[in-house]
């Protein structure tokens, strides 16, 4: 924490520098190993292990982050579908628009079948027959998919059923190599929160600020996904606020931030307090970093998920808070799951049933919020091991050093 009299003399040296240039960073993203061909055809594999396991034919995905994990393919959804068709046995088909075919091409990993359609022909019917040579048994349906694909193939007369036990299946469960381009993501993030947040001062606004963590994300090497800045009273909004707000002293500062390193996401959150916290925001900061290290502690392989989250609204409850999702006290869940995903199955949240498991990754995040007063979220993700969970980065040990 910086004085009063050093922070309000660097906020009037420097007000116009919110949005500088982050010229003295350098990437980090230089050791990374990207996704390649033997990853991918290790994933198909688990993925037919698991069809077979659940009897099921196939699976049907649509563009997002499991068609980028099967296949590679980066595309993007609309009227015209394109979709992923994943057999139990044998090679994958890709159905999409003939005229869209090369742009596809462009980021596929894996070795397929692709088959076209032109304007005037049903690309549900295409893929109706595609999905028909798969052999018996029923297709999955990725839980994304849209409701006019999925109806589609049920009138052609295909049994369907949720394809989450094969794509929950594989896409909860980490690798190391998955695991190693997470951990380079959070540490993208933490030195763009650490390198802004020396650089904050009075006056600013929220998107001041978040034009700095996104420059020294870019800087670092990583694609800034979300910088969100809250401020003073704002900050008991978890995900914010309309109303004005500009850096004062004593006012709490909130940023929640992530980004992608070869599509794997970061999600890190810092609170601090330009010049002298008030007694009551670090009565508040402290109860919080205490609930991050009960959710830690709890998070035990073969626990269920929700018994994080029943352990962190139990010491709550303790420190006067809620109950339950009441406010004052913790209105959102304790974690999420993340990945290729921001927010992915499952979740840390009361009634979860599903066990914690070595590849697992979660937020940690159990904010306080305290309606137009301010609120404090702290929030680092970690990984499940044989020996627990491992952090992909370390809470800040206290207000005074909130980058540390």
């Given at each position: 924490m910086i004085g009063r009299r050093a922070f309000l003399a660097a906020s009037m040296a420097a007000v116009a520098a919110g949005r500088g240039a982050a010229t003295?960073?350098?990437?980090?993203t230089g050791g990374i190993v990207r996704i390649g061909p033997a990853e991918r055809a290790d994933r198909l594999a688990r993925?037919?292990?698991?069809?077979?396991?659940?009897?099921?034919?196939?699976?049907?995905l649509e563009p997002g982050a499991s068609m980028v994990y099967f296949t590679g393919i980066e595309w993007h959804r609309s009227e015209r579908l394109t979709l992923a068709l994943l057999p139990a046995r044998g090679q994958p088909v890709i159905v999409t628009p003939f005229?869209?075919?090369?742009?596809?091409?462009?980021?596929?990993?894996?070795?397929?079948?692709?088959?076209?359609?032109?304007?005037?022909?049903?690309?549900?019917?295409?893929?109706?027959?595609?999905?028909?040579?798969?052999?018996?048994?029923?297709?999955?349906?990725?839980?994304?998919?849209?409701f006019f694909a999925s109806d589609g193939l049920a009138r052609a007369g295909l049994a369907l059923a949720s394809a989450d036990p094969v794509v929950r299946g594989c896409r909860m469960h980490k690798t190391a190599a998955e695991?190693?381009?997470?951990?380079?993501?959070?540490?993208?993030?933490v030195a763009a929160i650490r390198w802004a947040g020396s650089r904050i001062r009075e006056g600013q606004s929220p998107a001041d600020i978040a034009a700095m963590i996104d420059?020294?994300?870019?800087?670092?090497?990583?694609?800034?996904?979300?910088?969100?800045?809250?401020?003073g009273e704002a900050a008991a909004l978890p995900h914010g606020s309309r109303e004005p707000q500009r850096v004062r002293e004593g006012?709490?500062?909130?940023?929640?931030?992530?980004?992608?390193?070869?599509?794997?996401?970061?999600?890190?959150?810092?609170?601090?307090?330009?010049?002298?916290?008030?007694?009551?925001?670090?009565?508040?900061w402290d109860t919080v970093a205490e609930g991050q290290r009960v959710a830690l502690a709890a998070a035990k392989v073969g626990?269920?998920?929700?018994?994080?989250?029943?352990?962190?609204?139990?010491f709550y409850v303790r420190q006067g808070y809620g109950p339950g999702y009441a406010l004052p006290g913790l209105s959102h869940r304790t974690g999420h799951g993340i990945g290729l995903d921001g927010h992915e199955p499952v979740n840390l949240v009361h009634g979860e049933a599903t066990r914690l498991e070595p590849g697992m990754c979660f937020s940690d995040e159990p904010g306080l919020y305290l309606p137009g007063r301010f609120g404090v979220r702290l929030e680092d993700c970690?990984?499940?091991?044989?020996?627990?969970?491992?952090?992909?980065?370390?809470?800040?040990?206290?207000?005074?050093?909130?980058?540390?």
């Open positions: 003295d960073l350098a990437s980090m993925a037919q292990a698991l069809m077979a396991a659940h009897g099921l034919a196939g699976v049907v005229f869209e075919e090369p742009s596809v091409r462009q980021t596929l990993g894996i070795l397929v079948d692709v088959r076209v359609w032109q304007e005037d022909v049903s690309p549900v019917a295409l893929a109706a027959d595609a999905l028909k040579g798969f052999g018996p048994g029923r297709i999955g349906i990725e839980e994304t998919v849209r695991i190693a381009l997470m951990q380079t993501a959070a540490d993208i993030t420059g020294a994300t870019a800087a670092l090497g990583g694609t800034p996904e979300f910088s969100l800045v809250l401020i006012a709490v500062v909130l940023m929640d931030c992530g980004c992608t390193v070869d599509g794997y996401q970061s999600d890190i959150s810092r609170t601090f307090v330009p010049g002298r916290a008030p007694d009551d925001v670090r009565r508040v626990a269920p998920a929700g018994s994080v989250d029943d352990a962190v609204r139990a970690f990984h499940m091991t044989d020996a627990g969970p491992k952090w992909f980065s370390t809470p800040p040990p206290s207000l005074g050093r909130p980058f540390d």
